[in-house]
């Protein structure tokens, strides 16, 4: 069976699975509690759950979790060898399709092989420096004027006024800002959808998540197909008209579906992401104050205004917050774990790993390795200096993954990114109380479960 045959057959990729569950008894791991699996201990502490057997078993062991047996590859060299995948051993495809498959359908990272790479090229037009500068304008303006309405002074719940501002940022950067009386909708109906992509119950019955992410989906695909035709005809700069616009290598135009199923994938794949990786930022930039005001430094000495726009040809030149925001994604990627399926045999480290295996690879786990990292729970941008991130194995910080499903989005993330931190270090003082550690939830991405107490005022 090619692999194109394989991806494209669920059915035949389910058998194969359940097959070779059975093939997996040489790989170090054992099933954990009947029926459950390892799935609450898990659920309860990803992180620590992962240390504990990669010191128990090594860096290739066996769980059973979510009705799944999955074998995780941990360390550098098996991030290289599932992301690069040379050999087109691991289908990204029959990985995600558990998780995103109903409500994100034939996204890019649920498409595989050479049709990947063709859809792939079609959407790289959205993210051309031209696109990306209309983008800024947009974000620029919407920074600005969300953050004018954040409280100063007293404690602040940061999480979710990031969520709402980075919604709000998509609803104009990613749909324009024309949306008029069907925003909040199609704002709501896109949330529904992404709480639904990790419920734990994968049934849309009535009133439960899927059951609401389902309809979620329905007031998306709607709105989207209605608007293909008005985008064309008018015009305009934000992602989806790009889209609307985007053309096949023979110069045809998207259909209709396709366009729907990448626009929907594309506000899933940024929304949680950003919300999550701003959040950390922030958290960092308090807990360390010396490093908000080294950043700070930055932007001052940049003469610019400090209420100006951020312009698009300067983004460049902030150096060390790019450096600080990387470092806050290595201590909490936003995606944490990347699923596959092996598609072909293979062998990593002496196991044998049979097709049809669910595969795992932990960024969140490499990014805390001492042998990589020293003392890699300590805050420190300068990690990612030129000379250091240079002497560093390659697939050691992948918060963006990599090959050729490295994040489409990767240079949109930096340019929100530093425009936010533009926008709220020039004006702003960001503080905690002292001793306050927040609680944070790494999974399904991490998040601080108290919401992230900060305080604002006047720098
Ligand atoms: C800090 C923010 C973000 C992080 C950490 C992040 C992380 C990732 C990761 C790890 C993958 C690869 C998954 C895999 O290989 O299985 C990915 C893929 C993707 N991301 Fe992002 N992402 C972020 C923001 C964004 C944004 C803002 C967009 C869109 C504007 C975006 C669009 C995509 C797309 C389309 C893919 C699929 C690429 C493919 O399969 O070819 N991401 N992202």
Redo the contacts with the bound molecule.
């Keep these: 069976m090619s692999v194109q045959t394989l991806s494209n057959r669920h059915g035949s990729a389910h058998d194969l699975r359940a097959a070779s569950a059975r093939a997996l008894a040489h790989i170090p791991g054992d099933d954990g509690w009947p029926i459950i699996g390892h799935t609450l201990t898990l659920l309860a502490d990803p992180k620590g759950f992962v240390e504990r057997r990669a010191q128990r078993y090594g860096p290739v062991y066996r769980t059973r979790a979510f009705g799944q047996i999955n074998v995780t590859l941990l360390g550098p060299e098996a991030n290289e060898l599932v992301?690069l995948d040379s050999q087109k051993l691991f289908s990204?495809a029959l990985g995600?399709d558990i998780l995103l498959g109903r409500l994100f359908p034939r996204g890019?990272?649920l498409l595989d092989f050479d049709e990947?790479r063709l859809h792939?090229r079609a959407l790289s037009v959205a993210f051309k420096s031209g696109p990306m500068q209309s983008y800024l304008a947009q974000l620029n303006a919407g920074i600005a004027k969300g953050l004018a309405q954040w409280p100063r002074g007293g404690q602040f719940k940061f999480y979710p006024a990031i969520k709402q501002l980075t919604l709000d940022l998509a609803a104009t950067s990613f749909l324009g800002d024309e949306l008029g009386p069907e925003l909040e909708t199609v704002k709501r109906a896109f949330i529904a959808m992404v709480a639904a992509s990790i419920a734990v119950i994968r049934v849309p019955a009535p009133g439960t998540r899927m059951g609401r992410g389902v309809r979620g989906r329905a007031v998306i695909v709607d709105y989207f197909t209605r608007q293909i035709p008005l985008r064309r005809e008018r015009g305009g700069e934000d992602l989806f008209s790009q889209l609307c616009r985007a053309a096949w290598d023979d110069g045809s135009l998207l259909s209709d579906a396709d366009i729907v199923d990448h626009m929907s994938?594309?506000m899933m794949?940024?929304h949680d992401?950003?919300t999550s990786?701003l959040t950390s930022f922030v958290y960092q930039l308090a807990a360390n104050p010396n490093w908000q005001e080294n950043v700070r430094q930055e932007l001052r000495g940049m003469g610019l205004a400090a209420g100006e726009p951020i312009p698009f040809a300067r983004l460049d030149d902030l150096v060390l917050t790019e450096m600080a925001f990387k470092e806050a994604?290595r201590l909490a990627?936003?995606?944490p774990s990347?699923p596959r399926t092996a598609v072909r045999e293979l062998e990593f480290m002496g196991f044998r790993i049979p097709v049809g295996t669910r595969v795992a690879i932990n960024p969140l786990y490499t990014h805390h390795m001492a042998e990589l990292w020293p003392e890699p729970e300590r805050y420190d941008p300068m990690r990612f200096d030129v000379e250091a991130s240079r002497a560093r194995h390659k697939f050691a910080y992948v918060?963006?993954?990599g090959g050729?499903?490295?994040?489409?989005?990767l240079n949109?993330?930096h340019m929100q990114a530093k425009c936010f931190t533009w926008h709220l270090l020039n004006a702003l003082e960001v503080s905690i109380a002292p001793g306050y550690h927040p609680d944070w939830s790494m999974w399904p991405i991490p998040y601080p479960r108290d919401g992230l107490e900060v305080t604002l005022k006047p720098a």
């Design positions: 992301l990204s995600w890019l990272m990947h792939r994938f594309l794949a940024a992401t950003l990786s994604m990627p936003p995606v990347l918060p963006f993954g050729a499903h490295m994040c489409l989005g949109f993330a």
